[in-house]
């Protein structure tokens, strides 16, 4: 499976943006998706997951109201919807997908994903 993440940009406080990661592959409706993202001098850090269904969805507390995952099953993609972007959110931000059932949980642990994209750079200007 590869990944391929797009989207991210320079923005001011309080603007949004919407990252995609583009999947191709074996499967590629069997993948559970997540984003991470890992700011300088800090560790890779857990944003936000959907299941495989697309029907449940996971987020860390410090993005919970402000970002949005959602899936295009057509598409291949999946995406990441950010507002309210504040200079905390700058990051690079890397999507994740694994293989699981359909009926398994979403995953927040980093070491959970097989494949990951290669990145994508949100800065946030004060």
């Known amino acids: 499976v590869q990944l391929q993440a797009s989207g991210g940009g320079l923005v001011q406080a309080g603007d949004s943006l919407r990252l995609s990661c583009a999947a191709a592959?074996?499967?590629?409706?069997?993948?559970?998706v997540g984003w991470f993202r890992q700011a300088p001098g800090k560790e890779r850090e857990f944003v936000a997951a959907?299941?495989?269904?697309?029907?449940?969805?996971e987020y860390a507390d410090s993005v919970k109201g402000r970002f949005t995952i959602s899936r295009d099953s057509a598409k291949n993609t999946w995406y990441l919807q950010m507002d309210s972007l504040t200079p905390e959110d700058a990051a690079v931000y890397y999507c994740?997908?694994?293989?699981?059932?359909?009926?398994?949980?979403?995953?927040?642990?980093?070491?959970?994903?097989?494949?990951w994209g290669q990145g994508t750079q949100v800065t946030v200007s004060s």
């Open positions: 994740a997908a694994k293989y699981g059932i359909l009926t398994a949980p979403v995953s927040t642990g980093a070491g959970d994903y097989d494949f």
């Open positions: 592959g074996r499967q590629v409706s069997r993948l559970f």
């Open positions: 959907i299941s495989r269904s697309g029907s449940w969805t």
